[in-house]
């Protein structure tokens, strides 16, 4: 059996490049699916709350919203004259492009968890949850230990 680290690798390369080509036939680039979906679940944010989220670096995520601004899918207003924090919510044609995310995202999830069982789907769940958690309580201890 192959390594861990491969089979995270190889599946999560194989998962984003089935999104990215769906994506890319409605007009989507890279990073912003998973902004789409944030913001759809979430409503509104800031983009130091987005980067988190989507585990992108904020200047990244700067040239997406930039793109999904000029392309419609996004707005930008500050919010209660606070000028040093903008605020990002979706227009009507980002909710549209975010809800064919959604689908897509569960297209996607869907045939890769189409070999395993219920109880088995739960269990890969948990455990990458469990890893998650392990990743970045270590990363908060390296960061604390650094600065």
Not at 33 to 51: G, Y
Not at 68 to 82: F, H, P, Q, V
């Amino acid at each position: 059996m192959e390594s861990l680290h491969y089979l995270l690798m190889k599946t999560q390369s194989m998962f984003s490049h089935k999104i990215l080509t769906q994506a890319s036939k409605i007009g989507l680039t890279s990073g912003q699916p998973k902004v789409l979906e944030f913001l759809l679940t979430n409503h509104e944010a800031d983009q130091k709350t987005i980067a988190a989220y989507c585990e992108i670096e904020q200047a990244t995520v700067g040239s997406i919203l930039l793109r999904m601004e000029k392309s419609g899918l996004i707005i930008r207003r500050n919010k209660d004259g606070n000028r040093r924090s903008n605020f990002v919510s979706l227009t009507e044609s980002g909710k549209q492009a975010a809800e064919k995310v959604q689908e897509i995202f569960h297209e996607a999830e869907s045939q890769a968890l189409a070999q395993l069982s219920d109880d088995e789907v739960k269990a890969v769940m948990q455990a990458l949850s469990k890893m998650c958690d392990a990743m970045q309580s270590q990363s908060e201890r390296s960061k604390i230990k650094n600065d």
